[in-house]
């Protein structure tokens, strides 16, 4: 069975500075891997995912993640935090024969300015 | 492109009553479709899995005769909670595979808050 673990429920960085929200995962199979992002009172969107090409895989705004198979993680990054990047992030493995999503528990990220 | 809709995006109702909330792939057919409940400062929890033209297949402790699952068509699938209480007071939100992604990517919905009075 598939699951995710999300360390840290929260985190907070500086406008500017490095963002890290890791994620590591546990797959019998080899594994799609997703992060999405919510905003207050929205529904989810796709920042990026792994389907089993490259293992760094660029997102939108600024984002990326590497699968790192050794270490079964697949950590979001971005260079340069902006105020806008203030949301809960929630990374995911796909599971099952329908698609079905897995969720971590997510990661609420504040940006400090 | 992949946009979900679902409509109302926020509903109130009394105990006893029910509500049915929509969701709509706007821009791609869909044959499988999930539906999600969120609790405040949690994460999502899979309540179902909807497939065009057969029974939804529901996950384990979610009552199926409560949350009753209704995919019609390509682009439409609809949940109805029946004779709502306040504990089914949350956030519903679904999402979508488009056809020529299956099994990939799933796009989701703005969500619907229902607020159980």
């Known amino acids: 069975a598939q699951s995710v673990t999300q360390l840290g429920s929260h985190v907070s960085v500086s406008e500017g500075a490095l963002v890290l929200l890791r994620c590591n995962y546990s797959?019998?199979?080899?594994?799609?891997l997703f992060w999405y992002v919510q905003y207050p009172n929205q529904g989810l969107q796709l920042l990026l995912k792994?389907?089993?090409?490259?293992?760094l895989v660029k997102g939108i705004n600024g984002f990326e993640a590497e699968f790192k198979k050794s270490e079964t993680s697949f950590h979001l990054t971005k260079p340069s935090a902006h105020m806008s990047d203030a949301a809960e992030y929630f990374c995911a493995v796909s599971g099952g024969s329908q698609g079905n999503l897995i969720f971590g528990k997510g990661t609420k990220l504040s940006v400090k300015p | 492109g992949a946009v979900v809709s679902q409509h109302p995006s926020w509903v109130i109702c009394k105990s006893g009553t029910s509500v049915k909330i929509e969701c709509r792939s706007l821009?791609?057919?869909?044959?499988?479709m999930f539906w999600y409940r969120q609790f405040p400062k949690q994460s999502l929890m899979l309540m179902a899995t909807s497939n065009e033209g057969s029974k939804a297949t529901y996950e384990q402790g979610v009552e199926k005769d409560k949350f009753l699952i209704n995919h019609a068509s390509l682009t439409l699938s609809t949940l109805t909670v029946t004779s709502a209480h306040p504990e089914d007071s949350s956030f519903y939100i679904c999402?979508?595979?488009?056809?020529?992604?299956?099994?990939?990517?799933?796009?989701f919905g703005p969500g619907t808050r229902l607020t159980v009075t």
């Open positions: 792994y389907t089993s090409a490259a293992t």
């Open positions: 999402s979508a595979i488009p056809l020529a992604e299956t099994y990939i990517v799933q796009y």
């Open positions: 821009d791609f057919q869909a044959t499988t």
């Open positions: 797959s019998s199979v080899p594994p799609y």
